[in-house]
């Protein structure tokens, strides 16, 4: 069975089998095999041929497209927790105590790190007196992103009243240096809290409470990975969050 695409590039830039041959450093044969009974070359030879027929290889050749095969399990998914809920508070509290550099919380309201761990703003306190850099990121109360994630969750107007309650339980920290608060207006796909090469992602669902969704725990291990994806996630989020004053 001929290859019709191939043939029909070739004709459209005048390429002849001895003229691409030639240019590809193969025998004639070869090019005519490929037209003719869709003979499929070597990689190497392919991108050759198709770089100089200025046509992308895998559609001269699609039988060379090989999909990256999936991995089980990404090598920095270190757990997987079926709800919020099952994950301890103090979780989140040893994840941040081990930050050195830098520790990121993005969220809607995320009021249950203060009811759980009544201490986390010492804690924060703490960690940026030892030079860690912490950005706090909560919701905009009256952001319409708000009053649309408290529709999805069916608690009506109560998560503006959370993130009132959460910016209230962060004021104290406006003062300290080395931490920032911001409120955004962001429509949040997940919750998101990092320590240095660490973080916990908690994922948000339509019509579901954050304490009943999944949280994957995740610890940096290749560029371009999954921690790199969130990460840079937290950075666009926070870089359209508005300062909270003083």
């Excluded at 490929?34 to 003979?39: Q, Y």
Aim: one cysteine or more; proline letters at 5%; charged letters at 25%.
């Amino acid at each position: 069975m001929p290859n019709e695409r191939l043939r029909a590039v070739m004709a459209a830039g005048g390429w002849t089998h001895e003229t691409l041959a030639r240019k590809v450093g193969i025998d004639p044969k070869s090019v005519e095999r490929w037209v003719n009974k869709d003979r499929v070359p070597r990689q190497v030879t392919a991108l050759r041929a198709a770089e100089l027929l200025g046509e992308d290889v895998h559609v001269l050749w699609p039988a060379l497209w090989q999909p990256r095969k999936a991995r089980a399990i990404s090598p920095e998914l270190v757990a997987l927790y079926p709800h919020r809920a099952d994950l301890p508070v103090a979780a989140y509290a040893e994840l941040f105590a081990q930050a050195r550099e830098r520790l990121d919380i993005l969220v809607y309201a995320g009021l249950f790190l203060h009811e759980g761990y009544p201490r986390l703003n010492a804690l924060l306190e703490e960690r940026a007196a030892a030079g860690c850099a912490i950005r706090i990121a909560v919701g905009d109360a009256d952001s319409a992103a708000v009053r649309q994630r408290g529709g999805e969750e069916r608690f009506g107007h109560g998560i503006e009243s959370r993130c009132r309650l959460a910016l209230m339980h962060y004021r104290s920290l406006l003062t300290v240096p080395g931490i920032e608060v911001r409120t955004h207006a962001t429509t949040l796909y997940n919750s998101i809290y990092r320590a240095d090469d660490q973080m916990l992602v908690n994922g948000h669902v339509l019509g579901v409470n954050a304490y009943g969704t999944p949280v994957w725990h995740l610890r940096r291990a290749e560029d371009g990975g999954m921690f790199d994806t969130y990460a840079a996630s937290i950075d666009a989020v926070w870089n359209t969050a508005r300062p909270v004053e003083k």
